[in-house]
């Protein structure tokens, strides 16, 4: 470097203390070392890259350079910025972005930081130089050019160019309130720009041949037509909304704003929903075949609510937890799942002093303390099978009074807790798909199945990894682990995670090995209460449902015809077990890691119920999941079993097809999913 570059970068590293950097980065291992140096030259050390799906080594070579290294699974350049911005801390003044793939020349960055104090935006132009003009496509310099025009056109400031490398004051930023999670980010930054009043300027600025990774957009003619087809999308969107505004004389409601064809899927979607939670309240009691079919009519019209709020392009906060809170109301009064009466037996007995690992119900010692409705206990002859944390939670419920409101109170406000934890990842109009799903909403505030004391810690332990808090995270997730066992390998995947990053240096090893003793943590501690030096039997190994029991499951159902498979249900735990080594293998996100896992694990499992499905339905949202979205909806028919129960059959097994009716949407739904994922990110 010259004396005045190396003066210019001496005067401006004292003063950039409160500029972050985010770099979004796909598959570009081979640039983003160099340019986190060149940064950390000019004396910005604070440094954000977001993996947004990197099939390399991207973000471990990032975290070797010393940036903070985030993750993005969802494609899309506006959202991997987005994902940056939400890990900025509070004494950030300014945000500077630039690309990951080598092309930005950054040796204007010393102007960039001059002009701060006489503006609010600064932007590259890279059609400014004779280099830039000569390394961008003819594709590129029309693109940038007819954008350029109509901005003018529409707003009355002329851009050049809509270059990567930007910097903009934070507070700007934040007051632009930026919407766009796509390729359209850059025009609508600089459209909101001009109209909040930013004062912007231009500057000239090179740019090299991209170094390394493959451009998904300059560099085919599909990538291109979609580019300009966002970019002209996001600019009528934007005029539109300029134009609404300056013909509306008062400021309107988010509801107001709403297009009239999304009001109308809004109040289709709120009324059914309503509807059918008041239509299934009364026919909770499956033990009369005709409940059991007014209960199917009610969940139709909910699933049909549930189907309609796909449409949903925003929902406002009012509308979001009014039909959340109001349907879990409306189900806490219906008759329960008949699994509610072994939580309140289990809790009631462990106060009298009876460990439920140790006496089943049906025990001749508990006979004495039998209540009026022990008899609705089911499998009276096994023991407790639910981890010691959920023992200890029915036990502390059933201090207070064995009743199925409580019981079922705890459950919906811990299912709405992780309604919540979901909409600070997502917009209220993407958490719907939890918070409105019917299969959910009847689960727990309907049925009474405790699953969302396991759902929620697992929910807020991937908010904490999505924040790197990666050891309060395992805590959560050990949380889980002594609530519901099935989270265990989630916990060996983010400490196998935490190894991976941190390239087993011995310090940071030990930070990885703290991971995993925090997620193991709870388990123990909960188990003291149920154990003694002698004795731990917290899993009945010979109980039915450990050794062999099946219920409406889809592999297991497939290999029947082989005998040996029906006999032991351990076998398929190592099937279980190489799926997972796989994932821990080709998987680096938390989120997709949790839907492999769930889908694996239900697909292979021996017993599933219905409600078991609300596993992987928080995982999902934001992703467009069809497996998960159809299975939300064909798990209701698992109903069928009680039903048939209801009428004086004793076995407890789908027939043919309500089994592919069940199974088929969830898998074949999936299975467009994960292609459709891994054809986006190639």
């Known amino acids: 470097m010259g004396d005045r570059l190396q003066n210019q970068i001496f005067e401006t590293s004292s003063d950039l203390c409160n500029v972050m950097v985010i770099i979004p980065v796909r598959d570009e291992e081979k640039t983003i070392f160099r340019i986190i140096a060149d940064l950390q030259d000019f004396g910005l050390k604070r440094i954000i890259v977001v993996d947004n799906g990197s099939s390399d080594r991207s973000a471990r070579v990032a975290a070797q350079a010393g940036a903070e290294v985030l993750s993005e699974s969802q494609a899309g350049y506006g959202r991997a910025c987005w994902r940056g911005l939400q890990a900025v801390n509070a004494e950030i003044e300014w945000i500077l972005f630039c690309d990951g793939d080598g092309s930005d020349d950054l040796g204007c960055l010393p102007e960039f930081f001059r002009l701060r104090q006489q503006y609010d935006f600064v932007l590259g132009d890279r059609r400014a130089t004779p280099q830039g003009r000569e390394v961008m496509t003819p594709v590129q310099h029309f693109g940038n050019g007819l954008s350029g025009w109509l901005i003018n056109w529409g707003w009355g400031f002329k851009y050049h160019d809509l270059g990567p490398l930007r910097l903009i004051r934070r507070a700007d930023l934040d007051r632009i309130a930026m919407q766009d999670r796509g390729f359209g980010w850059t025009v609508e930054m600089q459209v909101r720009a001009v109209e909040e009043g930013l004062k912007i300027v231009e500057i000239p600025v090179n740019y090299r041949p991209r170094q390394g990774g493959k451009s998904k957009i300059s560099g085919t003619l599909s990538g291109s037509f979609k580019a300009g087809t966002i970019i002209l999308g996001t600019l009528g969107k934007l005029y539109w909304q300029k134009h609404s505004k300056s013909n509306s004389s008062t400021s309107l409601t988010q509801q107001q704003m709403l297009e009239p064809q999304s009001r109308y ?32 009519y009610g969940i139709g019209v909910m699933c049909l609510g549930f189907i309609c709020s796909w449409k949903l392009k925003s929902l406002s906060k009012v509308w979001f937890w009014a039909i959340a809170i109001a349907t879990r109301l409306i189900l806490l009064s219906m008759y329960p799942g008949d699994d509610i009466w072994r939580y309140l037996w289990e809790g009631y007995i462990q106060n009298l002093g009876f460990s439920p690992y140790d006496f089943a119900p049906r025990a001749a010692e508990l006979i004495p303390y039998r209540l009026e409705w022990w008899s609705q206990i089911n499998h009276p002859g096994v023991s407790a099978i639910y981890p010691p944390l959920t023992q200890l939670g029915f036990r502390a419920l059933a201090a207070i009074s064995p009743s199925v409101l409580l019981f079922k109170s705890s459950f919906a406000i811990a299912d709405l807790f992780t309604c919540w934890l979901l909409t600070k990842k997502f917009t209220y109009a993407e958490a719907a798909f ?36 990666a050891v309060s995270s395992a805590l959560f997730i050990g949380v889980s682990i002594a609530v519901k066992w099935i989270s265990l390998p989630i916990l060996g995947f983010i400490s196998w995670l935490s190894l991976l990053r941190i390239d087993f240096k011995k310090a940071n090893f ?47 159902r497939l290999l029947a015809k082989w005998q040996p498979s029906t006999k032991s249900n351990s076998m398929f735990a190592l099937p279980l077990g190489l799926i997972t080594l796989w994932l821990f293998w080709k998987v680096r996100d938390l989120q997709q890691m949790a839907i492999a896992f ?73 299975s467009w999913s994960w292609i459709n994922h891994h054809s986006i990110h190639r």
């Open 265 to 296: 899927w809004l109040w289709i979607s709120v009324l059914c929903l309503s509807i059918g939670a008041v239509m299934i309240s009364p026919y909770g009691d499956f033990r009369q075949p005709a409940n059991v079919i007014n209960f199917g």
């Open 434 to 469: 939890y918070a409105w799903n019917p299969l959910v909403i009847y689960s727990f505030a309907g049925g009474g199945h405790y699953d969302s004391w396991f759902i929620l810690p697992l929910v807020a332990a991937w908010i904490l990894w999505w924040k790197n808090q």
């Open 510 to 556: 030990q930070t990885a090995c703290l991971i995993a003793v925090a997620g193991i943590i709870p388990i123990c501690i909960s188990a003291l209460a149920f154990c003694s030096l002698d004795s731990c039997s917290l899993i009945p190994t010979s109980s039915v449902f450990v050794s062999h029991g099946r219920s409406a499951e889809f592999l297991p």
């Open 598 to 670: 769930f889908t694996a694990l239900l697909t292979i499992s021996p017993i599933i119920h219905g409600w078991y499905f609300t596993w992987i339905v928080p995982f999902a949202v934001g992703t467009g999941n069809w497996g998960v979205r159809l299975v939300s909806i064909s798990a209701f028919v698992y109903f069928v079993l009680p039903y048939r129960q209801a009428l004086g059959h004793s076995h407890w097994q789908l027939t043919e097809l309500e089994t592919w009716l069940l199974w088929l949407p969830f898998v074949a739904g999936s």
